[in-house]
């Protein structure tokens, strides 16, 4: 079969390897898509992983079955969780897999034309529902804004919602976050993003390093803030802006992986009752909520700016790497 790996000094390539066995409770899937994360550009510009590849967000057909799986998934068409849990903890009987008391496994290496992973790691997908929007809803292109807007303590209090970060999960943020009726202000410093965002609901957009963030969100809020503030990048200068453009007693939501971040607890958070929140990954049992909001017209595949068929994932990986893409996906 055909699969990505990544080569010596960061290079991509696809080719042959060696077709995976399911074992017991496991399933062969044939993939469809697979898109691309910003997690991925890490071992990408950095040559880790050297023979492999770090995908972990796809869907395709179930093609054979391993030892005690029920004839019933052979054929189903299935989303693919990246994560499962251990199965028999709280966490795990609640498809909370992140929250798994033991330790949850991480089913990788999704950019191929098969991966053998457990059934608890299939999501089935509604008939006429593509293979692209069957991705995003099982990985972190819809997963990770979902679970971050569950984060939120008041939500029919919201109407202001800054994103600081327009990469996929930030744009996905913007997406959901104007679908659900907020007004959405994009922080980025890319106009390639700052379009995107534009395209994907956000009403007022604000290019970084040309103007002061906080000055402008403070501004288009009445000098008031913005009622939730969503960092998506990963760098702590975006944290403690987010700290400042939020309103007294409004919420800041963490995805972006961090260093270490100075705060000061009395003047950024406890004499303002400001929240932080931190939101990693989504749970499987967020995944039907999900496919109910496709269903009532989250236009979820606008996040899906390009698409290449397998065999040209590196040059889909080099638009991606140079920030002039929202999510890419690869056809197998």
């Known amino acids: 079969m055909k699969k990505l790996m990544l080569l010596e000094g960061g290079k991509l ?172 202000i994009g922080v980025d410093l890319s106009p390639d993003r700052l379009a995107m965002a534009k395209s994907m609901g956000a009403a007022e957009v604000i290019k970084g390093d040309e103007a002061d963030a906080v000055a402008v969100i403070k501004e288009l809020t009445g000098g008031i803030g913005a009622d939730i503030c969503i960092e998506a990048v990963g760098v702590p200068k975006t944290v403690e802006q987010c700290l400042a453009a939020v309103k007294t007693g409004g919420q800041v939501l963490l995805d972006g992986e961090q260093p270490e971040v100075k705060i000061s607890p009395s003047n950024q958070l406890i004499r303002r009752d400001i929240t932080m929140t931190g939101c990693w990954f989504y749970h499987f049992c967020e995944i039907e909520p999900m496919i109910g909001l496709v269903k009532q017209g989250l236009p979820v595949e606008k996040l899906i700016t390009h698409t290449f068929p397998g065999g040209e994932a590196p040059e889909g990986f080099r638009l991606f790497g140079e920030g002039k893409t929202g999510k890419v996906a690869l056809h197998w």
């Open 13 to 184: 390539t696809v080719g042959d390897a060696p077709m995976p066995e399911p074992g017991p409770g496991e399933v062969l899937v044939k993939m469809a898509s697979t898109v691309v994360c910003g997690s991925e550009l890490k071992g990408y510009k950095s040559g880790g992983g050297v023979g492999n590849n770090s995908g972990h967000e796809g869907a395709g057909q179930i093609a054979k079955l391993g030892e005690g799986v029920d004839a019933s998934w052979l054929g189903k068409r299935v989303g693919v969780s990246a994560i499962t849990g251990c199965g028999t903890c709280p966490p795990c009987l609640e498809k909370r897999y992140t929250w798994c008391r033991n330790k949850f496994r991480f089913h990788g290496a999704m950019h191929a034309e098969y991966i053998a992973v457990p059934t608890t790691a299939c999501a089935p997908l509604p008939d006429g529902m593509s293979w692209d929007c069957g991705a995003l809803v099982s990985g972190d292109g819809l997963g990770v804004p979902f679970h971050t807007n569950t984060k939120i303590i008041a939500p029919d209090t919201v109407k202001t919602v800054a994103v600081f970060g327009l990469g996929p999960i930030g744009l996905g943020s913007v997406l959901l976050q104007s679908f659900l009726g907020r007004k959405v």
